[in-house]
């Protein structure tokens, strides 16, 4: 049995146009993608493919740390005092990011890079393990999402300035390829990037895209199900990447504020948004506010979010925020 979801509808679900579900997947950011669709009769499929990964690999030509040649490579590599014209995509990920920053007084921050080489998260081969006091201090002069000034589309690089985009940039990603599909004419589908995930529309037999909420292994409750339509599903956990030192656990989920792994006890953060790009910013934020922060900040600003506390004995608890609650359908 499942916890039903039904979020409230701004518009009615359109009509499929075809009579069959393709499935088309491929690869991204380290990562895969998968996309359920219901297309018109006729429509090449092999264009549509091509259509997705164009729009993923654009993301990646901006936007990835593990790529020399990208915009965001460019930027972190480049003079201080130095001003670079970003593409548009790039710049709204960025407005967002920082938006988000500043309503959670830095719990996100899209200038955390370099926190997280430092802990051997991001492309610099560094192995796991605990950096010294010293390392961690000198990686968080480094950060700071108000040294992030943006002029239009020009970015001001102050000066040692990482940026590290990956607590948003996959969300982004599924949001392109939705405005990707809606721009072929395609009004049904379920468009997946790494876990993150945003539906539109009805399936032929006017069923909604359902999806299982990601959750933690162990977690003993009756797990939820969600109808995305217009709607956007994104999870930060500490079981996706971690390691474990000295009898405690550390996750990849840095809090800029301490230089340190969220060590605040939530297990995952699951959020609910129109678009996926804020719900993956939203999940990284509220992980690392914590579990009396992290629902007090949800509860404050009309955000539908599930967490899932560990607790010392690392049993597993959860909590909604009042707007997840009335989603739930009885």
């Not at 499942?2 to 380290?30: F, N």
């Not at 529309?201 to 292994?217: A, F, H, M, N, T």
């Not at 199900?225 to 474990?244: C, K, M, N, P």
Request: proline share 8%; with cysteine; aromatic share 6%.
């Amino acid at each position: 049995m499942h916890r039903v979801l039904i979020p409230p509808l701004a518009a009615p679900p359109a009509l499929p146009r075809g009579d069959a579900v393709h499935c088309l997947e491929g690869r991204t950011m380290g990562t895969t993608w998968s996309v359920r669709l219901v297309a018109p009769a006729g429509m090449a499929l092999d264009g549509v493919e091509a259509g997705i990964q164009s729009a993923l690999d654009a993301v990646v030509a901006a936007m990835s740390g593990w790529e020399e040649g990208s915009d965001l490579s460019r930027f972190n590599r480049a003079p201080a005092g130095s001003w670079h014209v970003l593409p548009d995509g790039f710049c709204a990920v960025l407005r967002a990011g920082l938006d988000i920053a500043a309503q959670t007084d830095g719990a996100y921050d899209p200038t955390i890079g370099p926190l997280v080489d430092l802990w051997g998260f991001g492309p610099p081969a560094v192995p796991p393990g605990l950096p010294h006091g010293d390392a961690i201090a000198a990686a968080r002069a480094r950060v700071g999402w108000r040294r992030l000034c943006l002029d239009g589309r020009r970015a001001l690089q102050p000066g040692c300035l990482a940026l590290d985009l990956c607590g948003i940039a996959k969300g982004y990603g599924v949001d392109q390829v939705a405005e990707a599909l809606s721009g072929m004419g395609i009004a049904s589908f379920l468009v997946e990037v790494g876990g993150e995930l945003r539906g539109q529309g009805v399936k032929p037999d006017l069923s909604p895209w359902w999806v299982e909420i990601d959750r933690p292994p162990g977690l003993d409750a009756t797990p939820f199900r969600v109808a995305l339509h217009g709607l956007s599903v994104a999870t930060s956990g500490d079981y996706r990447r971690s390691f474990r030192h000295g009898g405690f656990r550390y996750a990849h989920t840095i809090d800029p504020r301490s230089g340190w792994p969220s060590g605040a006890g939530l297990a995952s953060v699951t959020v609910l948004e129109r678009d996926c790009m804020r719900a993956d910013a939203l999940a990284t934020a509220l992980t690392v506010l914590g579990p009396e922060a992290g629902p007090a900040h949800a509860a404050r600003h009309g955000i539908a979010a599930l967490f899932i506390r560990r607790d010392a004995a690392e049993a597993l608890h959860e909590m909604m925020s009042p707007a997840f609650a009335a989603m739930l359908d009885g």
